[in-house]
Nanobody, 120 residues
Framework: QVQLVESGGGMVQAGGSLRLSCAAS????????MGWYRQAPGKQRESVAT???????NYADFVKGRFTISRDNAKNTMYLQMNNLEPEDTAVYYC??????????????WGQGTQVTVSS
């Protein structure tokens, strides 16, 4: 059994900051790529930022310079530091991870999502 649990969402005013966390737990051998995605009401889910096991990052253009993705491999945890938030960042944020299980096999897992609301 493997699960991803996000935390850190909430409501902030425009210009504010939030830090999201995604903790993976269960029968995990290792975690390869991880990423943050978001889905706003009436819109498709979109990629926000991704990070490889070795720390290589990639960001969507709309968050470059404002958001920072990081991970702690020893804790099986990923973070998203979000600064200078804008109302357009309002969405449910999901974490994703490519996990190799102790029992074998590589699987793609999603967290349950955490709501981020930015008021103007």
């Amino acid at each position: 059994q493997v699960q991803l649990v996000e935390s850190g969402g909430g409501m902030v005013q425009a210009g504010g900051s939030l830090r999201l966390s995604c903790a993976a737990s269960g029968s995990i051998l290792s975690i390869n790529g991880m990423g943050w995605y978001r889905q706003a009401p009436g819109k498709q889910r979109e990629s926000v930022a991704t990070i490889t096991r070795y720390g290589r990052t990639n960001y969507a253009d709309f968050v470059k310079g404002r958001f920072t993705i990081s991970r702690d491999n020893a804790k099986n945890t990923m973070y998203l530091q979000m600064n200078n938030l804008e109302p357009e960042d309002t969405a449910v944020y999901y974490c994703n991870a490519a996990i190799i299980r102790l029992a074998g096999g590589a699987y793609d897992y999603w967290g349950q999502g955490t709501q981020v609301t930015v008021s103007s």
